[in-house]
């Protein structure tokens, strides 16, 4: 699955370089009850696209980008036509996500 997250970058706690893995484990955690998992496995990984203003210290909006469940390179037809993709807008409140 891939999934594209929005949000304010400044609303991700921690260190604004490490604000990737913490939105993926926020996600990966809340909705698919495991941590992410970025080490690379032949039985399976997460992957995440890393655009550029992630890091920012301004409160700017931004895309992030996650490859769940990856077993193996596909094209990018491949992924279009068969690859599960949804988009979400994170929010958080009183530090609630």
């Known amino acids: ?11 991700l706690p921690g260190e604004p370089l490490g604000r990737h893995s913490t939105l993926g484990d926020i996600f990966c955690n809340q909705f698919l009850h495991r941590p992410l998992n970025l ?3 032949p039985s399976g990984y997460d992957g995440v696209v890393i655009l550029e203003g992630f890091d ?12 769940l469940n990856v077993k193996c390179a596909l094209s990018r037809e491949e992924l279009l036509a068969t690859i599960p993709h949804k988009v979400f807008l994170a929010s958080r409140e009183s530090g609630t996500w």
């Open 1 to 11: 699955m891939r999934v594209a997250i929005r949000v304010r970058v400044t609303d």
């Open 39 to 41: 080490r690379p496995h």
């Open 56 to 67: 920012s210290d301004k409160p700017v909006q931004r895309w992030f980008i996650y490859d």
